[in-house]
């Protein structure tokens, strides 16, 4: 018996609907189908409120979000999945304080050196691509011509010239600081982080005064009122608005502050400071993240994910292959078995994707499937199906056994009857001489 069921193969398969999900964002998250490979968007009930039909998207920002057709081309629909603006473009960003970066395909005339939009067959050698600014009427806001536009960022945002050097635009298109940087970084609504011909980041203010000169290998953006820096020996401290170092340059390792409390890595160890620079809690994890809704994701030793709270309790089990930070309330986990979830900073489980397990199961000739959108019901079906099996096993076993048996006894009394009837033979044999 025990040899039979060596026999039975077992092999667990996940089947899920969705091969890829994004974070929320505007209360809906974009999903990609199994089988057709599109995207489309469902809300934080796990109802799908738009379909999956298009080939590229982006999360949704100022209440649009940027897709793409089947043709490559991109455009933006809103939260019903109605398209807002047409697919006209190359490139589409996300909408930042109601701006977006596009880049299109337009046609130049040699004549007034003027762009327009490229709607009919031209000649090729006059077809060039454009970068620009729209906003969410699909107004374009007049630009200088530039190789790149950054995100806007309180009111601004990064531009490169076609020397490869950097500048600062406000949302009406004006240039407020001159592409003459190597590198630049808005890192609060007055100040930006710039460097020059040196390696080096200093700040300057809106107007190009410098407020400190360039001394730094990394400076971050403002948050709660310090701005992160690296020195140049590589350690890392904090600085106020004026440039002082609130928090000296010491740290191996250190992030923004994040809610009141910055995750920095001194003695090869994680550990949590408050703005005073204070050590709040030191960290006994593989790695650490910077708090987002009250929790901060962290990983064990065995590399699964968790989260810890403010007073830095285990809140959640380290027991999520996948985990990321908290956007808008949500984070998307998966467990080990592969389902993909939503939970919410209360911690409760808001959103499990659509999935199903299953197991094929192959015995002698037989082959069977199970389903089950439940781990553990499988598991209750695998039994039962197990102990099916095993009957029916024994059964054989015995239906063999009871052939056997039979097919035995009647051999055994075909060879008796042949012996009978030879002692019979033998016996008449002997009487007959006996009566000569």
Same mark, same amino acid.
């Given at each position: ?203 300057? %203010? ?102 810890? %709270? ?24 998966? %467990? ?101």
């Amino acid at each position: 018996m025990g040899k039979m069921l060596k026999n039975i193969v077992f092999r667990d398969f996940l089947e899920q609907k969705y091969s890829d999900s994004g974070n929320f964002s505007e209360g809906l998250a974009f999903v990609k189908d199994s089988n057709s490979g599109l995207y489309g968007y469902i809300d934080e009930t796990g109802k799908e409120v738009i379909q999956q039909k298009f080939y590229k998207v982006e999360s949704f920002k100022n209440g649009l979000a940027a897709v793409q057709n089947k043709y490559a081309q991109w455009g933006y629909i809103d939260k019903f999945g109605n398209l807002k603006i047409p697919f006209n473009y190359i490139m589409a960003g996300s909408f930042n304080e109601n701006l977006a970066v596009v880049r299109l395909k337009v046609e130049q005339s040699s004549k007034k050196n003027k762009f327009r939009f490229l709607n009919k067959k031209v000649n090729k050698s006059i077809i060039k691509t454009k970068i620009a600014i729209i906003n969410t009427k699909n107004q374009f806001i007049k630009i200088n011509d530039y190789d790149y536009i950054s995100d806007f960022c309180n009111g601004l945002a990064i531009v490169r010239n076609n020397k490869n050097l950097y500048g600062v635009i406000n949302k009406e298109g004006l240039e407020i600081v001159s592409c003459k940087y190597k590198a630049l970084n808005i890192i609060s609504d007055k100040l930006i982080a710039f460097k020059e011909l040196e390696n080096c980041y200093g700040i300057i %203010d809106l107007s190009g005064k410098e407020i400190i000169e360039n001394k730094y290998q990394y400076i971050s953006k403002f948050s709660n009122g310090l701005a992160l820096v690296k020195s140049d020996d590589g350690l890392y401290g904090y600085i106020n608005e004026e440039g002082y170092e609130i928090i000296k340059c010491k740290y191996e390792y250190a992030c923004p502050f994040s809610e009141g409390l910055a995750l920095i890595k001194s003695d090869n160890s994680y550990k949590f400071i408050n703005e005073n620079g204070l050590e709040a809690f030191k960290c006994n994890y593989e790695l650490v993240n910077s708090f987002s809704c009250g929790l901060a994701l962290v990983q064990d030793s065995n590399g699964m994910y968790g989260y810890i %709270d403010k007073n830095f309790k285990e809140v959640v089990p380290c027991k999520y292959k996948y985990a990321s930070d908290f956007s808008n309330g949500l984070s998307k986990v998966i %467990d080990p078995d592969g389902v993909i979830y939503y939970i919410n900073n209360s911690l409760q489980v808001k959103i499990i994707l659509p999935h199903k397990f299953y197991s094929r199961i192959k015995y002698g000739n037989n082959d069977k499937e199970i389903r089950s959108e439940n781990k553990e019901e499988l598991i209750r079906k695998k039994m039962e199906l197990i102990k099916y099996i095993k009957k029916y096993l024994e059964e054989q076993k015995t239906n063999l056994i009871t052939k056997y048996t039979n097919e035995i006894t009647e051999e055994t009394n075909k060879i008796i009857d042949d012996l009978n009837s030879q002692v019979n033979d033998k016996k008449s044999l002997i009487i007959k001489k006996i009566k000569k």
